[in-house]
């Protein structure tokens, strides 16, 4: 088996939705997601396609490998990797095929049939942060079943901030945000787990801070407090509080990793498989922290059928936290007809891993077309 093309196109989802096919010369062909944005279609057809045309899709490790090998200066993060990852998918999905079982199958098998899910929904609904808006949100996600949920807390208060950049938080932006985590938690309870996203906008000193006051409400995880480059900085963080702090969306590849576990500098991690390299470098990544007995949570900013790749590495590992659903991303309805794995991929708030060959999932075709973003032509 050969691969004879690969091809790239963008749909205008609630982020520039990417997604990658690579065609064989025994007419199966297989699809990706790569990591939203501008620029990955292009790395997908213009420097990655030539890499691997004429060889063997089912080598999926070594073609990755090499994907990064002959990228290097541009493949340790960023839109290279974001699109190795998109190609690596769809590698995989091929490979399923070709040999007509799951991708989770060939990852070693599965731990789980059902994935616990967090629903990321972001703040109240049109972006807005009062402690009603808030615990009205709240409440949405649990009538949809979810049994955790996640709001962003930057950018909630910055009518009170001292200065827009930086990273410090006022007293009555702490004030604020305590009031709206206490919001949430009076709306819901503690029955259901609450995580709150910082996404690495403060200082040390200024985010203990806020964790201290946030403690009382029992968060799951309290995430990317500071940004996670520094690992000592993440590490402080880390040892002056009771909340599990997470981290890792932004951190990319195995080598990436590899400090912020073996320090321990965070309490779980945040692996997107579509911006860190793929399945199995979400799996290895996740392996590597069970070293560590550290959990594994997977991110997703993705639509649903880079929710379900990620589902494949995430039920193959046995350190599973939960994986992220974008549920601020509801505005863009037709997104759940875009993937079809023959029943519902989410029910009673889990995430059903589809049990067919490669990702288990047909793409409808004709939705895609009709929310290409301008500009984009189809596969
Ligand atoms: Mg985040």
Redesign the pocket.
């Known amino acids: 088996m050969k691969i004879v093309d690969v091809k790239a196109m963008t749909l205008k989802g609630y982020k520039d939705w990417n997604y990658v096919k690579v065609e064989t010369d025994e007419g199966i062909s297989g699809i990706g997601e790569a990591h939203p944005g501008e620029g990955i279609s292009d790395a997908v057809v213009k420097r990655l396609k030539p890499l691997i045309v004429g060889k063997d899709p089912r080598n999926v490790e070594p073609l990755y490998t090499h994907m990064i090998d002959r990228t290097i200066g541009q493949s340790s993060g960023g839109i290279m990797v974001g699109a190795i990852g998109g190609v690596e998918t769809a590698l995989w999905d091929v490979a399923g095929k070709a040999i007509g079982v799951p991708v989770y199958q060939l990852l070693g098998g599965k731990y789980r049939d059902r994935l616990r899910v967090y629903a990321d929904v972001g703040r109240g609904r049109n972006r807005t942060n009062t402690p009603e808006a808030w615990a009205e949100r709240a409440k949405e996600g649990v009538a949809d079943g979810f049994q955790s949920i996640k709001f962003d807390i930057d950018g909630s208060a910055n009518e009170l901030q001292h200065d827009p950049v930086d990273r410090g938080l006022s007293l009555a932006e702490l004030d604020k945000m305590e009031a709206l985590v206490a919001a949430v938690r009076e709306a819901i309870g503690y029955e259901i787990d609450l995580c709150i996203?910082c996404?690495g906008k403060y200082n040390v000193r200024d985010v203990i801070l806020l964790a201290q006051r946030l403690e009382k409400f029992q968060l799951m995880f309290l995430?990317?407090p500071v940004p996670p480059e520094n690992i000592e900085a993440m590490g402080k963080v880390t040892a002056s509080t009771s909340i599990p702090i997470c981290t890792g969306?932004w951190v990319h590849r195995r080598d990436g990793f590899r400090r912020l576990i073996e320090t321990q500098a965070c309490d779980m991690l945040?692996i997107d498989i579509s911006s860190t390299g793929g399945i199995l470098e979400g799996k290895k990544i996740a392996d590597l922290a069970d070293l560590y007995y550290m959990p594994a949570a997977f991110?997703n900013i993705v639509s649903p059928l880079g929710m379900v790749a990620s589902a494949h590495a995430a039920a193959a590992v046995r350190n599973l936290h939960a994986i992220e659903l974008p549920y601020h991303a509801d505005q863009v309805d037709w997104r759940w007809e875009l993937v079809d794995s023959g029943e519902p991929l989410i029910q009673e708030g889990e995430f059903v891993l589809p049990q067919g060959p490669g990702l288990g999932v047909s793409f409808n075709e004709d939705l895609a077309r009709e929310h290409l973003k301008e500009g984009y032509s189809f596969f």
């Open positions: 996203d996404h995430e990317d969306e945040h991110h």
